[in-house]
């Protein structure tokens, strides 16, 4: 019997984390830089991420207003979510991702780095 209630209380657990951000940045005004692998949150407002190169983020989701995102060359990203107002993103010219957005957010291309 306590396997039973063990497996499905994993099983539960398992699936409400399903969808969410292997790294999580969380709070107003936070600040980090990294490489990461797997899916990156930042939840709260006026805060600063750099994704460095090397980096392989299938999914960035930004909750939250004012935050911004620099993604440097030499890093893959496939996804972007946003859920707020006046966050952006800057991504090299060459990259491809798709954005999905509730809010008005803004994704800067610049050239590349010489």
Do not use: Y
């Amino acid at each position: 019997m306590n396997r039973i209630i063990c497996a499905v209380l994993v099983s539960g657990m398992l699936a409400v984390n399903l969808g969410c951000a292997a790294t999580s940045i969380v709070g107003d005004a936070a600040q980090k830089t990294g490489r990461f692998s797997g899916n990156v949150g930042v939840t709260g407002h006026n805060s600063h991420l750099t994704i460095q190169r090397g980096s392989t983020v299938p999914k960035l989701s930004i909750v939250g207003d004012n935050c911004s995102v620099t993604v440097e060359d030499g890093a893959e990203l496939g996804r972007i979510e946003f859920w707020g107002n006046g966050s952006n993103v800057s991504i090299p010219s060459d990259l491809v991702v798709w954005v999905s957005q509730v809010g008005t957010n803004s994704i800067v291309r610049r050239s590349p780095d010489r």
